[in-house]
């Protein structure tokens, strides 16, 4: 029993920080009004420079995420197998699980296709600083726009994971050794 409560424990830890990850992926970085005349080109430079940087950051974490996606799927499938052996009822946690699968199937395209522009980085350099304003621009809004993509494929599928698995673990409390 203490070996499920550790792997349901380090699965609902791992869930908790895809969940957090994801649900972080478009940040607020909009590329909307960077292309307004009436501003000095050099700060809105500097500000389209931290937005690059942020939806990078953004990017990273996403792709770092989905890699570590089928080890954590496994864990709680392995959960699930152990549960079922026991005769307890996994059908709410199998149908997250399955969902948030169909979700990272869904998103890791999005992701490829956003890697294109990242590794392009047009209108950046590879410091990421501003080489072209309207590539730049364009660049920006495009790798955001893929990010929102990611976010809306997964649709809180992670989030819903992890409630599954706190109401499973909630059903079927470790046994305790009473002395």
Partial sequence: MSKIKTLTTKVLLAVTILAVGLTAL???????????????????????????????????????????????IGK?????????EKGWDTSALQAA???FEDAVRDTRPILNSASGIVNSHKGFDANG???????????VKALGQHLKDARAAMGGTGQALREAIKAFRAAHPPATNTP
Wanted: hydrophobic residues 45%; glycine residues 2%; without cysteine.
């Fill in 97 to 99: 699980l399955d969902a």
């Fill in 76 to 84: 709680v499938q392995n959960i699930i197998d152990r549960a079922n």
């Fill in 129 to 139: 600083k501003v080489t072209d304003r309207a590539q730049a621009v364009e660049t």
């Fill in 26 to 72: 478009p940040l607020s970085a909009r590329a909307a009004g960077l292309a307004d005349e009436g501003a000095p080109p050099q700060a809105d430079n500097a500000r389209l420079e931290q937005i690059w940087a942020r939806e990078l950051a953004a990017y990273n974490r996403a792709v770092a995420m989905l890699d570590k996606s089928s080890e954590f």
